[in-house]
């Protein structure tokens, strides 16, 4: 490919786009250091060539990458470490003070809002913040929050959010109480013109304009279609269903429901297309396209996903502008560059990179599989016509697997796993997505016109009814997703990676070859799992400490993940994550001990994003009426997930595939007491609560002696007295602490005995 053959600047903002990824995993310290070694490297390079006049344009262009490398460094020492140093400062209990700038999300269970924080404690701060609400808050943008709470950085998590995802955010709180929290109401009173006098007026006026526009969607389309239309023109998926945002997401297509540059592209698109068939001049085409494009981020609220993306059609048109023969790789990787100095955050959101990744491949080798395919003409228009459309459909399947191949890192990194029917989904989505963006703006335009407006109305009902189907059956299939976890993957995408770079450095004779390593990622790939599948056992992990506990079950790629943790949603988060390394694209069934206002609101976030089968509860004590509200609000979470639940009493065994398990809960002083015991062929394996060892419980106690192995653990309350427990000879004895360990009495002589001393254990058995 030979990509920076003849193209300096291309590969000088490599060099940066590259050290500032690398700078944002550095710690600050020793960031300093190195800025600090380049920057001397710098100047004896400088002496050197002064000194050898021969060697000067290779010291030149040692110097000019060096300088690269420094810029990338301080700019992000400077914009981000020092800004998120001033924030650790003030991490723990502290009164805030803040404005909320935008709604993030929102439902019955939980909010969550993005918010400016102005004062803490008593001193002025200028950061922005996630607010995380454990319950339905009705806040709007420009109202300010009054409240007491803990704030964190960016390492920790909050009811499953974190700030990995948010670009300029620096501190992260939550709210579980309303009253420690207050809140004074933008003053809408006021005549509107007033609104720019007023603090974060400006912003309210952009929100109530996309609000009025989103609304207004909703009035002409319908509430189902309109949330559909308000997704694809402005991104915003809030009125959209949880299980249609997961069908998009599984079926490869979840870039359709972002304003991405595909969108811009689309309506700019059509807008210059229309200007140029009405012979307008080039110019002044630029000028129109340029400012409607501002009036498009005017309505999406500049999120920052939209100003990247206009930023970047913006400087592709000044360098249209000065040369219409602009090297597209080289235009891509200046964007990269400038947008990365304007707004460094950018280097922490992933979706900026998925699109560079996505449009690299687009501009470097999707036009060699152009050339190959040659236009075809022939004398009868129809057949010219039918040569024509294969000829596009197969291009949009090359511009679907070209961009799957970029993207395929980072796929594994963030989501471990790849939609294997992404390229069926492109193929037929993405014409009816033109049209359907097109057609949505025309409607909006003449929704008035009597007739046309009503059919045009009708039209995009029907598309957006075509679109939420074809992803719902798309997605519905098993094999939708592919796990790409598995531990082999690491090595085999480590390979790809490494040898597509070389192809996309060096010259090549055979274009041809840029699809090998794909080829050959596919082919090995396939083999493995194949293998894996083959070969895979039966398992059951456990991770936990005294406190909090799951334990999952896995077999030829179904999981079920049985809870004790309270509720807390890191450990579903990380049972799911580790179920990727058997295969597992989603959940086949989770089984709760017992059902807190935790619970739900960490199902909540967890079903958003990922699919759940089935969902098992203890059936609540029918004389406790909050045991059956939360119950009933669990069933109606998971309906709306469309997951089924299932009812099951203590004691009762349930299945995963050929994994049998029964669970026991205890009720014991107001708290409760967890036993499992899990058989998938010969052996029985058993976890115990050492609380539960105080029931008189035959079948409990005779489970326990015929265990091969037995783990103790700990309902959440540390063990003050001696327990005594009969169990085999054979048995091999795990306990989840030393402090069990001391107060455990066992009848057997086992040697097979174990403790850990560690916060957190971590288990694997091999169920034979």
């Given at each position: 490919?030979?990509?920076?053959?003849?193209?300096?600047?291309?590969?000088?903002?490599?060099?940066?786009?590259?050290?500032?990824?690398?700078?944002?995993?550095?710690?600050?310290?020793?960031?300093?250091?190195?800025?600090?070694i380049f920057v001397v490297i710098f100047a004896l390079l400088s002496v050197v060539g002064l000194l050898l006049k021969n060697q000067r344009i290779r010291i030149l262009s040692a110097c000019l990458c060096l300088i690269a490398v420094i810029t990338a460094m301080s700019n992000s020492f400077l914009r981000i470490d020092m800004v998120k140093a001033r924030a650790e400062k003030y991490q723990g209990d502290q009164i805030v003070v803040c404005d909320v700038i935008d709604e993030s999300y929102s439902s019955e269970y939980s909010s969550s809002y993005r918010v400016r924080i102005n004062q803490i404690g008593n001193e002025t701060v200028s950061f922005k913040a996630?607010?995380?609400?454990?319950?339905?808050?009705?806040?709007?943008?420009?109202?300010?929050?009054?409240?007491?709470?803990?704030?964190?950085?960016?390492n920790d998590s909050v009811m499953g959010v974190s700030l990995?995802?948010?670009?300029?955010?620096?501190?992260?709180?939550?709210?579980?109480?309303?009253?420690f929290a207050v809140v004074e109401k933008f003053n809408k009173d006021i005549p509107k013109y007033k609104y720019i006098t007023e603090q974060n007026g400006l912003r309210v006026i952009m929100h109530d304009i996309k609000q009025g526009l989103n609304n207004h969607v909703n009035d002409l389309f319908g509430e189902q279609s309109g949330a559909v239309v308000n997704g694809f023109l402005l991104g915003d998926t809030t009125d959209i269903p949880t299980d249609v945002i997961r069908d998009f997401r599984r079926s490869g297509v979840s870039h359709l429901l972002a304003v991405s540059g595909l969108h811009i592209s689309i309506l700019l698109g059509a807008l210059d297309l229309l200007l140029k068939k009405l012979y307008v001049h080039k110019n002044i085409r630029i000028v129109v396209v340029t400012v409607m494009s501002f009036a498009f981020l005017a309505l999406v609220g500049f999120s920052m996903s939209a100003v990247r993306c206009v930023f970047m059609l913006w400087i592709a048109y000044i360098i249209f502008m000065i040369s219409e023969e602009a090297d597209p790789p080289t235009t891509l990787f200046v964007a990269v560059t400038l947008i990365l100095i304007i707004l460094p955050y950018s280097v922490y959101s992933l979706g900026f990179w998925m699109s560079f990744l996505a449009t690299l491949g687009l501009v470097t080798v999707y036009p060699v599989f152009e050339n190959v395919i040659p236009k075809t003409k022939h004398r009868s228009k129809l057949i010219s016509r039918f040569f024509k459309i294969g000829r596009s459909a197969i291009l949009i399947c090359a511009m679907t697997i070209i961009s799957n191949m970029f993207l395929l890192p980072i796929q594994w990194k963030f989501f471990r796993e790849i939609s294997v029917v992404s390229i069926p989904s492109n193929l037929i989505l993405s014409p009816i997505t033109s049209l359907y963006l097109i057609i949505s703006v025309i409607t909006l335009i003449t929704s008035s016109i009597p007739v046309i407006g009503d059919i045009l109305v009708i039209i995009v009902q029907f598309l957006s009814g075509v679109i939420v189907w074809i992803t719902n059956k798309l997605s519905s299939f098993d094999f939708a997703t592919v796990s790409l976890g598995y531990w082999f993957a690491d090595y085999l995408i480590a390979g790809f990676v490494i040898f597509m770079l070389v192809l996309m450095v060096v010259k090549l004779s055979k274009k041809w070859l840029l699809f090998l390593p794909l080829i050959s990622f596919v082919v090995v790939f396939t083999a493995c799992v194949s293998i894996f599948n083959y070969s895979a056992p039966k398992g059951l992990y456990y991770s936990g400490n005294d406190t909090s506990k799951t334990i999952s079950l896995y077999e030829s790629g179904s999981t079920c993940i049985i809870d004790g943790s309270g509720g807390k949603y890191n450990n579903f988060s990380s049972s799911y994550y580790k179920a990727k390394e058997y295969g597992c694209t989603y959940v086949d069934m989770i089984v709760f001990t017992d059902v807190t206002k935790n619970h739900i609101s960490s199902m909540e976030y967890f079903l958003r994003s990922n699919v759940v089968k089935k969902i098992y509860i203890p059936i609540p004590n029918e004389d406790d009426e909050k045991q059956i509200n939360l119950a009933i609000e669990m069933t109606r979470l998971a309906n709306q997930c469309k997951t089924q639940v299932y009812l099951y009493k203590s004691g009762e065994t349930l299945s995963?595939?050929?994994?049998?398990?029964?669970?026991?809960?205890?009720?014991?002083?107001?708290?409760?007491?967890?036993?499992?015991?899990?058989?998938?062929?010969?052996?029985?394996?058993?976890?115990?609560?050492?609380?539960?060892?105080s029931v008189n419980d035959f079948e409990l106690h005779q489970h326990i002696l015929n265990s091969d192995t037995l783990v103790f653990g700990n309902n959440n309350k540390s063990v003050e007295e001696m327990f005594y427990c009969d169990v085999s000879e054979n048995t091999t004895i795990i306990y989840t602490s030393f402090d069990i360990a001391e107060k455990s009495s066992i009848s057997s002589n086992t040697d097979k005995t174990y403790y850990s001393n560690l916060k957190w254990l971590y288990l694997y058995f091999k169920i034979n």
């Open positions: 490919m030979h990509l920076f053959h003849r193209r300096p600047l291309c590969l000088f903002c490599t060099i940066f786009a590259v050290s500032s990824i690398l700078a944002s995993d550095i710690y600050r310290e020793h960031k300093i250091s190195l800025i600090a996630v607010a995380v609400f454990d319950f339905k808050a009705d806040l709007c943008v420009g109202d300010r929050l009054y409240a007491k709470t803990t704030l964190y950085g960016e990995s995802d948010n670009s300029e955010d620096v501190l992260l709180f939550s709210v579980e109480d309303p009253a995963l595939d050929n994994i049998r398990f029964r669970i026991d809960v205890f009720e014991i002083e107001q708290d409760k007491a967890l036993s499992l015991f899990v058989s998938g062929g010969q052996d029985l394996y058993g976890y115990v609560d050492v609380a539960a060892l």
